[in-house]
Each structure stands twice: as structure tokens, then as C-alpha cells.
T-cell receptor
Framework: EDQVTQSPEALRLQEGESSSLNCSYTVSGLRGLFWYRQDPGKGPEFLFT???AGEEKEKERLKATLTKKESFLHITAPKPEDSATYLC????????????????FGSGTRLQVQP | GAVVSQHPSWVICKSGTSVKIECRSLDFQATTMFWYRQFPKQSLMLMATSNEGSKATYEQGVEKDKFLINHASLTLSTLTVTSAHPEDSSFYIC?????????????????FGPGTRLTVT
């Protein structure tokens, strides 16, 4: 069974204080790992897709990296508007899942950036 | 691009009534749509996979007769909560996947709607 574990559950940073969020996963053949941002009362907003170990992607103050066991979302010099819940999800390559392409989500990291 | 809408954004209904939630892909055709529910401070739990022109695939523990899914076109999927009860109160979110033949690897990405807050009194 595919599993995704995110840590920490909650993180409070001062504005400008860089940090990293962790996403550990076990999956029977990774097709893709996804990072989303979710604001309260809203649907997840797509951030990144990572397909293979060693891959990195950046968007403004965010940088996502991937290894064979985990992914990190690095936040550089965060601002209060970066406050949100960050969700990690994996998509398996398993034959059983062929045609469905469902995502397995972690429980998320609630990030609060204080001015 | 890749915009998904949901309607309504929130709904309050009485116990025993049925509620329909619509999910639309606005700028792409979605052969597959997914329905999730999310309880406060918890992550998204997949309820069912909706395939255009065929029956939905439900996750274990999700009652197909209670949560009716119809994917009648490439841009619209509906979730009907039948005989709703207070325990069905939740945040329902849909997502859609673009046509893999058109966008290649990006087909694995899912784009989410803004969610529908259902409250059953």
C-alpha cells in the first residue's frame, strides 16, 4: 500500500527565516510526486511535479527536490503570504492503478509565517 | 490553463434530502475526474474515480448508492449525496486530469476545484 508521511505537522517561521518541509514516501513504482498548496476553505493549488530522483524544480521562493525515498520543499526567505498547508502526494506506477491515476496524499504541513 | 470549477461553493441542507455538486473543467477536456472529501485539519481522502462514459470506481468503504457519480461529458462530473445525514458534512473537492494523449507527462498532474462545503442539519 502506498504511504506518504509529511513532517513536521506544523511549522511556524519568522519572515525571512528559510526552512524545509519533508515528504517521505513508499510506493510500488513512483510515477510522480506532487506538491500542492492549500489555503483554508479552498482546493489544493498545484505547485510542482517531480518524476525521478535527483530532479529539482523552483518557483519563486519554493524549491522542490526528490530522492528515492523522500522529497523536500525548501522555502527561502518566506513571506506571510506563504502561510498555507503544503500537501505532498504520490502517484503509483502499479498495474492495479492503471487507468485511475489516483493520488495518495500526506497529511500536510501547516506553515505559518509571521511578519 | 487547467482551471477546474465547482458549484456550489457551499450548501446547507436538511437531513434526508439530496444534494448535487458539479465539477467542471473549464479549459481542457477531462477523461478522468476524481472526488475527494476532507475533514477539518485532515488530508484529502479519495472517494471515487469518475471516468467519462463509464461507471465510477469507488474506494473501499465508500457507498456507491449514497454517493452517486455521473460523468456525462468530458468537462462535467457530478456528485450527488443522497439522503444526506449530518455525518456527511464535509468539504468535497474534485480534481481533473487532462487528456494524456495531448499533453504527455503532464497528464499525470491533477488540477483541483475550489471545493464545496456541505453542511447537513
Amino acid at each position: 500500500e502506498d504511504q506518504v508521511t509529511q513532517s513536521p505537522e506544523a511549522l511556524r517561521l519568522q519572515e525571512g527565516e528559510s526552512s524545509s518541509l519533508n515528504c517521505s514516501y513508499t510506493v510500488s513504482g513512483l510515477r510522480g510526486l506532487f506538491w500542492y498548496r492549500q489555503d483554508p476553505g479552498k482546493g489544493p493549488e498545484f505547485l510542482f511535479t517531480l518524476y525521478s530522483a535527483g530532479e529539482e524544480k523552483e518557483k519563486e521562493r519554493l524549491k522542490a527536490t526528490l530522492t528515492k525515498k523522500e522529497s523536500f520543499l525548501h522555502i527561502t526567505a518566506p513571506k506571510p503570504e506563504d502561510s498555507a498547508t503544503y500537501l505532498c502526494a504520490v502517484q503509483a506506477r502499479s498495474i492495479r492503478d492503471t487507468g485511475r491515476r489516483a493520488l495518495t496524499f500526506g497529511s500536510g504541513t501547516r506553515l505559518q509565517v509571521q511578519p | 490553463g487547467a482551471v477546474v470549477s465547482q458549484h456550489p461553493s457551499w450548501v446547507i441542507c436538511k437531513s434526508g434530502t439530496s444534494v448535487k455538486i458539479e465539477c467542471r473543467s473549464l479549459d481542457f477536456q477531462a477523461t478522468t475526474m476524481f472526488w475527494y472529501r476532507q475533514f477539518p485539519k485532515q488530508s484529502l481522502m479519495l472517494m471515487a474515480t469518475s471516468n467519462e462514459g463509464s461507471k465510477a470506481t469507488y474506494e473501499q468503504g465508500v457507498e456507491k448508492d449514497k454517493f452517486l457519480i455521473n460523468h456525462a461529458s468530458l468537462t462535467l462530473s457530478t456528485l450527488t449525496v443522497t439522503s444526506a445525514h449530518p455525518e456527511d458534512s464535509s468539504f468535497y473537492i474534485c480534481s481533473a486530469r487532462d487528456n494524456p494523449m495531448r499533453v504527455g507527462l503532464a497528464a499525470y498532474e491533477q488540477y483541483f476545484g475550489p471545493g464545496t462545503r456541505l453542511t447537513v442539519t
